[in-house]
């Protein structure tokens, strides 16, 4: 069993639906969660981070996080085609500093 | 991109060649990092610093050493290639709370290096 689960996708979402990711996790010491996002053939960037149980909203992008469950997931509202990417799953393991990555779920919105 | 550099950014080596690899930060931050991505498995880590002279080994560090003589500079080698390690390879810094760009501790990563094993 992977450390971090996420389905590979791709998800495919049309524009302006609301796209929804998943991620599983297995080390219940994880206090810290974070979503990357990937475009191809680029590095990975930061877009959110949550820290306690229930939802974290920055702009269209919604984290919610059930540690009890050890699932956290990502919400992206108002879809847009340039939130076609891949997004990375990255809890921090429990003794801090070092990530654990997802293999990532692909992501493509169609106009 | 948190003033991380990479270099070179693509290289085509022969196996058996040894490689370096280096990622230079401008920001002095003490923990730096090397992964690897590579299709069906995501980034794995490879190496990460702690300091100077400070290192430890992630989950795919056999193959791989590291070394950092300065605060700035990580360097990754590949003492002997092999067509296993062509991949892409990403530096990533963790900015201390206060000073990170989204104000939130954690890693950013360099532009990456491609590198390919024939």
């Known amino acids: 069993q992977k450390e971090v689960e996420q389905n590979s996708g791709p998800l495919s979402v049309p524009e302006g639906a609301i796209a929804s990711l998943n991620c599983t996790y297995s080390d219940r010491g994880s206090q810290s969660f974070f979503w990357y996002r990937q475009y191809s053939g680029k590095s990975p960037e930061l877009i959110m981070s949550?820290?306690?149980?229930g939802d974290k909203e920055d702009g269209r992008f919604t984290a919610q996080l059930n540690k009890a469950s050890q699932y956290v997931s990502l919400l992206i509202r108002d879809s847009q085609p340039s939130d076609s990417a891949t997004y990375l799953c990255?809890?921090?393991?429990?003794?801090?500093?070092?990530?654990?990555f997802g293999g990532g779920t692909r992501v493509l919105v169609k106009p | 991109d948190a003033g991380i550099t990479q270099s070179p950014r693509h290289k085509v080596t022969e196996t058996g060649t040894p490689v370096t690899l280096r990622c230079h930060q401008t920001e002095n931050h003490r923990y730096m990092y090397w992964y690897r991505q590579d299709p069906g498995h995501g980034l794995r880590l490879i190496h990460y610093s702690y300091g100077v002279k400070d290192t430890d080994k992630g989950e795919v560090s056999d193959g791989y050493s590291v070394s950092r003589s300065k605060t700035e500079d990580f360097l990754l080698t590949l003492e002997s290639a092999t067509s296993s390690q062509t991949s892409v390879y990403f530096c990533a810094i963790e900015a201390d709370q206060g000073v990170a760009p989204l104000g939130t501790d954690t890693q950013y990563f360099g532009p990456g290096t491609r590198l390919t094993v024939l």
């Open positions: 949550i820290y306690s149980n």
């Open positions: 990255a809890p921090e393991g429990a003794a801090g500093n070092k990530l654990t």
